[in-house]
């Protein structure tokens, strides 16, 4: 059991964790022709099968049973704060696996010439708001409200002690929703983390209907004609957005520090983080000479970099990689989509320079507080 | 157009979804009532309700009882049945006189009407009158008018009268018939009113004594939802609006509503109640409205912490005083530690701690022992040498100085002492650096014994040199004891080789440990030391408040030579470690890379030979120590507290201590670290390990901890954390704090100047002190025998005076002068009040102001009395003094009382200047009573006897009096008023005390030996 639990804590290190979600993401959910190649050879589509659901179901909900044997585990997850994010991991896997399970079926339904509606034989497309569509709401509503009562009598109102500005709670965390948000200020300046990306992932979600607007498989659940939409939606939604979130919540300690579900939160635990930018990197690691105190002539690298990054790599994966999207969006489409794509990017990028070169920031002019 | 009857699901499977749905919603309604309802304190009020109905039960059934046992009560209840007998035989009577009075009655409710109407036209007529004049009307008519209505008016009030006369004639008729019945119930009911009471308030918790309609009331009150309007068990609660709980920034008014579940705090009676119905047990002090901290004013939480809105077990932050009650509590109530309050209750040991936040300004502090001990502990361990704590921020070092101490001692001691000063003797407040748990490893310890080395060096290379006076005659040892003894060292010293008491360490014990334990001191110091020391004390070291004695050179030198004869020989004959000189280095160089680089450290290293070396590290080592914080040395004049201020130290957030290893082992509170803290206080620098042992976390030697050890019993160990946990941030008003009137102020400041220099060693004070005592009773066993020694009262007179009514009794110029320049008093004493020649003007002011205000005497000057020698008072006194035998103990001027010297008592020719007339008029009348076990009696006086006895026996003077107790004290006063003669009488008790001695009846030695010594 406790080496058990060691696996456990060992493989939650974020370096481990993330890298092989990454590597798993988009064989589970093929971005390409490629990876939709491996993944029906693999047969990863059971996953969306309905054994598989309660195969799995069962698996989370045996973890979560055996965990709580652990009281480490248990004080994280018992915390009447934490309860929702627990329901969250159900409630996510679910819905994911329901709509992966209706698209994979539509898909064979249309490969069999068959309807895709999805449950009335007929007429197409139409629910009644009254009675049918208020009522449901109105049970669900009846329902939820019990719901709620039985939680707040059975799990009582996380209050603590008076609040002391001078004594703040070690882990601080934010709103189990911008816990992600969070989560990144570990690797970008705060001005970055706090107000640029969140505008730009507001953004993005507002471009997504003018950028993707191919018909096919549109207005019902599919996934072979729309593989890399799904996949990109799905890799920022469940990778960077509620991976981040769980991972705020059940992994970060006290200083931020990371902590395995089973490992005690320990507030002395210490992590050896000297982090250096990237100019200190040329000029003082490969070149052996003193920061120029020029900040231009300093920081000249980090900018011919993230230029490169944004001005070259677009029209190169153009003619590359991405030259059947370029070739449907048109340029204009595809610089958004691009530039977007880069940014969202920019995230696993900065992790993985921090966990293998301690890097801080690829520009970093704290004189003008521009970091990035 | 619309199909009403187009639907896609299927209606009827909805409705069901619908009606289940409803139904679990309505059943989850019935849960939240239910939850909402059941309150965990409810159960105790149910509890307490039972018990205390039978409790009132048993109170009545008590009463009853005595009633049937009152033989007036009985009485009385017989002639009430012959009272009613009476009136049942005149029930016709009585029938017909209400009959009557009914009948006159409505007549005169009828008239009454009649007149009243008649009154209001009145009225009008004269309103029409007024007009008249006005000239709006005929005067005339409106005279006539107005007369005939005040006629008819008076007429019908006369007819009211008569009527209201007839009615109360008929009414006292009655009241005469009902007069022996009244009286008797009016007798009875005084006598039955307590049992009425209780009955009444039965009447009121019991249901099964109520009426129907209260039964039914008494259901309904305390139904779900019903409850809200008046319900027999609610929260009870105390607002205390201008005390406030202190929400950071924030201030909300306390609210305690801890008598919910201890519903009889306050209640009389419940005193062996199980708990929560316990009644407080100082309810005198505490909680009772009568007392001086009522709950109204006070709540519960700012005594006794706690979250007093709570109103569950574990909410309310109760705390256990030991493991075994928190294991009773898991098991009964689930308890755990309310982790999220910063201010949980506090264990019942330290919960005098709470009385520090309003009480801190006086020493000590009444009815807290364990709070007084533990300020106690703290000035004499001298924490605050160390620990910032601002109540002591102007108190001298609590250490011996040490800038001579190579003329008071050897290296040698000086070495093995700073290495183990218990092993040296006992019950030392100086506290244990070395050897402890994290540094009892061998390296730890071979540089330990270099650094001690280190630390001597430094000390004796910078001790300035102490001209001391040769000791001119050699002193005898014998007679040195019986001085040590007798002369009052007793009471700030101790002479002991271990603890000879098993009593628990209090307040008043610690009045002997004002000074070392003379134990050894030959080890420790030679002879012309001492003897120097105990004369001037000053001259070694100016800080001490070491008095003097006045010690002639004779008594210096056998004191002196007493002293020395005793030697720890075991302690003497321990070898110290050689110096090691690469341990040495090791040492000055873990100091020099503090702010050196490695080169400069070498270059340094080199040049320097090892005296520098050894004084280099000696002072590093005595900062590092700390050892500045209690000596007087050279070189740290300005050095600044080596330990954490602890001036808040109550208040601090319990994340601020660091628990380390042992978060485990203790219970997560603050009183619980610092009482490990104070137990053993390198202990956070330890890893448990299995079976008890440590290992040393990784640390180097000057990264570790290095508060000493003061080897502190668990009394002590409370005191102190009681104390600690006293020195809170909270703001009190002023309304909550004692008064700050002239006279508290004046008697704070004072109890603290008699604590400063320990007056109540020797001295009793209303019952406080005289810690001398004891040593008195030996010294009385040397001398005489032991059961002289076990008389009480016989010790008490060879005590230093009690001082009780000192304000009352002295006069304030003269107790200046006597302070200044004590002179002979008591000429059996043999203890001496020392010249405290360390106290200021300032302070012997407030001392003598402290005693007056005490004692309500707040005059600085008076009249002075004149006597006349011919006044008939004057006279009557000699006769009364005379005939009172005042001569058998009381010097008068040279004149030496005739009994024997053991009971000799004050020159009364001292008295004028001395004493206030007005007290000693009081004292003369009862003389036990001011003074509890003085050995005056009061002076007879004939107030009882016939005159002609009176004239026949003790002359005209006194008879003129007739007996008044008053004027023939006065004559007394009068007497000693006029009375001159020498003042000094120390020659001639000494003489008398040599040839004869002190006249105890049995004296087996020769008290010459002790006596040559005058």
């Not at chain 2, 008053?966 to 009068?974: C, E, N, S």
């Amino acid at each position: 059991m406790e080496s058990f639990k060691h696996i456990i804590d060992t493989i939650s290190n974020p370096t481990i964790l993330f890298t092989s979600t990454l590597i798993i993401f988009f064989f589970i959910f093929p971005i390409n022709d490629w990876f939709d190649k491996w993944n029906r050879r693999l047969k990863l589509y059971v996953l969306w099968s309905k054994k598989s659901m309660l195969l799995a179901a069962i698996l989370m909900a045996a973890f979560f049973l055996f965990g709580l044997t652990d009281p480490d585990f248990r004080s994280i997850v018992l915390k009447p704060d934490n309860v929702p994010i627990s329901g969250l991991i159900f409630l996510v896997y679910f819905f994911t696996w329901l709509s992966m399970h209706q698209a994979y079926e539509n898909d064979a339904r249309l490969e069999r010439g068959e309807s895709i509606d999805e449950r009335y034989e007929a007429p197409n497309d139409k629910v009644l708001v009254w009675p049918d569509l208020v009522y449901i709401e109105f049970i669900s509503l009846i329902l939820c409200s019990a719901f709620l009562l039985v939680w707040s009598i059975g799990l009582q109102a996380p209050i603590e002690e008076p609040a002391n500005p001078t004594e703040s709670p070690n882990p601080a965390k934010a709103p189990w929703y911008f816990l992600g948000l969070q989560e990144m200020l570990v690797y970008f300046d705060p001005w970055m983390a706090g107000v640029v990306l969140p505008s730009l992932i507001i953004v993005g979600l507002i471009a997504i209907p003018y950028i993707d607007n191919e018909p096919a498989g549109s207005g019902y659940y599919s996934f072979k004609n729309r593989k890399l939409s799904i996949a990109l939606f799905m890799f920022g939604w469940l990778v960077l957005w509620d991976m981040l979130i769980i991972v705020g919540t059940v992994l970060r300690g006290p200083n931020w520090n990371f902590f395995g579900p089973f490992e005690y939160w320990d507030i002395h635990k210490l992590e050896a983080l000297t982090n250096i930018n990237l100019s200190e990197f040329i000029y003082i690691k490969w070149m052996n000479t003193g920061l120029p105190n020029n900040i231009l002539l300093r920081e000249i690298w980090g900018i011919f970099l993230l230029l490169g990054y944004f001005l070259i790599l677009p029209p190169l994966l153009a003619r590359t990689m991405c030259k059947k999207i370029y070739e449907r969006l048109g340029s204009f489409k595809y610089s958004i989509f691009i530039v977007l794509i880069l940014i969202a990017l920019t995230l696993p990028i900065k992790m993985y320079l921090r966990w293998m070169f301690n890097m801080k920031y690829i520009i970093s002019i704290p004189e003008y507080f521009f970091n990035f | 157009m619309i199909d009403q009857q187009e639907r896609y699901y299927n209606i009827l499977k909805l409705n069901r979804w619908f009606a289940i749905s409803s139904i679990i919603f309505a059943a989850i309604w019935l849960i939240v009532f239910a939850d909402d309802y059941n309150r965990p304190w409810k159960k105790f009020q149910k509890a307490f309700r039972i018990l205390e109905t039978e409790h009132i039960k048993n109170d009545v059934s008590l009463l009853e009882n005595n009633l049937q046992n009152n033989s007036e009560y009985l009485n009385l209840v017989e002639s009430l049945t012959t009272a009613e007998k009476f009136l049942k035989e005149k029930t016709d009577e009585i029938d017909q006189l209400e009959q009557k009075i009914d009948e006159y009655e409505a007549q005169k409710y009828s008239i009454n009407q009649k007149y009243q109407f008649a009154k209001a036209e009145y009225d009008v007529a004269k309103y029409e009158m007024d007009q008249a004049n006005h000239g709006y009307g005929d005067i005339e008519v409106a005279i006539k008018k107005l007369n005939e209505l005040d006629h008819l008016a008076s007429g019908y009030k006369l007819d009211l009268e008569e009527i209201d006369k007839t009615i109360s004639g008929f009414n006292g008729q009655l009241k005469l018939l009902y007069t022996d019945k009244k009286s008797i119930n009016d007798q009875l009911s005084i006598i039955t009113r307590k049992k009425d009471l209780k009955s009444r308030k039965l009447s009121k918790v019991d249901p099964e004594s109520m009426t129907f309609s209260n039964k039914i009331a008494n259901i309904v009150r305390d139904l779900p939802i019903l409850d809200f309007i008046d319900p027999y068990y609610e929260i009870k609660q105390v607002v205390v609006s201008d005390l406030e709980e202190d929400l950071v920034f924030m201030g909300m008014p306390k609210v305690d509503r801890c008598m919910t579940c201890h519903v009889s705090i306050d209640k009389k009676g419940f005193e062996d109640a199980p708990q929560p119905f316990t009644t407080h047990p100082k309810l005198d002090l505490m909680v009772g409205a009568n007392s001086n901290h009522p709950l109204s004013e006070y709540g519960c939480t700012s005594c006794h912490s706690g979250r007093g809105r709570g109103t569950g077990f574990i909410t309310t932050a109760h705390s256990p005083s030991s493991d075994e009650q928190a294991q009773e509590w898991e098991e009964k109530y689930d308890w755990h530690l309310l982790h999220h309050w910063d201010t949980p209750m506090l264990p019942i040991q330290y919960v005098e701690s709470s009385c520090y936040k309003c009480h801190s300004g006086t020493m000590p502090v009444k009815d807290a022992p364990t709070l007084s001990l533990g300020l106690a502990i703290v000035e004499k361990g001298g924490c605050f040498g160390c620990h910032q704590i601002d109540r002591w921020e102007e108190t001298p070092k609590p250490g011996p100085g040490l800038r001579k101490i190579a003329d008071k001692t050897t290296k040698e001691f000086a070495y093995k002492w700073i290495n183990a000063p218990r092993n040296f003797r006992y019950g030392t407040w100086m506290p244990h650096f070395f050897n402890q748990i994290n540094t009892n490893d061998e390296s730890s310890l071979k540089r330990s014994n270099q650094e001690i080395h280190a630390i001597v060096h430094y000390l004796f290379e910078n001790s300035e040199s102490y001209k001391m006076n040769k000791v001119p005659i050699k002193g005898d040892p014998d007679s040195g004891e019986l001085l040590v003894k007798s002369l009052g060292c007793m009471g700030c010293h101790r002479m002991e080789e271990d603890s000879n008491e098993n009593g628990k360490p209090s307040f008043d014990g610690m009045r002997i440990q004002q000074g070392p334990n003379l134990i050894y001191l030959g080890s420790k110091t030679n002879q012309q030391w001492v003897y120097n020391w105990i004369q001037n004390p000053q001259s070694y070291h100016p800080d001490t408040k070491m008095p003097d004695l006045r010690l002639t050179k004779q008594e210096a030198a056998d004191i002196s030579s007493y002293l020395i004869s005793n030697e720890n020989v075991e302690f003497d004959s321990q070898l110290i470690p050689e110096l090691d000189l690469n341990e040495l280095d090791q040492i000055v160089v873990s100091f020099l890379e503090q702010t050196k680089r490695k080169t400069e450290v070498d270059a340094e290293l080199a040049s320097w030979d090892i005296n520098e070396k050894l004084s280099f590290a000696g002072s590093k080592l005595i900062r590092h120590y700390g050892c500045f914080s209690c000596h007087d040395i050279d070189g740290f004049e300005n050095a600044k507290p080596i330990g954490t201020p602890l001036t808040f130290e109550g208040s601090k957030l319990i994340t601020k201590l660091d628990f380390g290893f042992m978060h485990d082992e203790i219970d997560h509170t603050k009183w619980d670290w610092f009482n490990l803290k104070l137990e053993n206080p390198r202990i956070y620098d330890m890893i448990p390990q299995d079976e008890g042992n440590y290992s040393l976390k990784v640390k180097r030697p000057l990264e570790k901890l290095r508060m000493p050890h003061f080897d502190l019993n668990e009394d002590e160990l409370n005191a102190i954390v009681t104390v600690i946990m006293g020195f809170v941030k909270d703001e009190i008003p002023s309304t909550k704090l004692p008064e700050r009137t002239t006279r508290n102020l004046i008697v704070e400041e004072g109890e603290r100047l008699l604590q400063t220099y320990n007056c109540k060693g020797c001295h009793s004070i209303d019952g406080d002190g005289g810690s001398i005592k004891p040593s008195v009773a030996n010294w009385l066993s040397l001398i005489a025998d032991q059961v002289t020694a076990e008389d009480a009262s016989l010790v008490q007179s060879f005590s230093p005076p009690m001082l009780d009514t000192e304000g009352r009794k002295i006069q304030p110029d003269w107790l200046y002068k006597f302070f200044k320049n004590p002179i002979m008093i008591r000429p059996n004493l043999q203890t001496r009040m020392p010249t405290f020649s360390m106290i200021s003007d300032e302070d012997w002011n407030k001392i003598i102001k402290y005693f007056q205000y005490k004692d309500g005497q707040m005059l600085a000057y008076e009249n002075k009395i004149h006597v006349s020698k011919n006044s008939n008072s004057y006279k009557a006194g000699i006769v009364i003094q005379d005939l009172g035998a005042c001569a058998n103990c009381h010097f008068y001027g040279s004149q030496k009382p005739k009994q024997a010297a053991l009971t000799w008592a004050p020159n009364l020719v001292l008295a004028k200047d001395r004493l206030r007339a007005d007290w000693l008029l009081g004292f003369f009348r009862n003389p036990q009573d001011i003074m509890p076990g003085t050995k005056m009696p009061a002076p007879y006086i004939p107030t009882e006897e016939p005159k002609d006895d009176v004239v026949a026996n003790w002359g005209r003077a006194v008879a003129n009096m007739d007996g008044d107790s008053t004027k023939l004290y006065q004559g007394l006063v009068d007497y000693l008023w006029e009375l001159h003669g020498k003042e000094d009488i120390t020659r001639i008790v000494q003489d008398h005390l040599k040839e004869v001695g002190y006249g105890f009846i049995i004296e087996e030695e020769d008290e010459d030996d002790w006596g040559d010594d005058w």
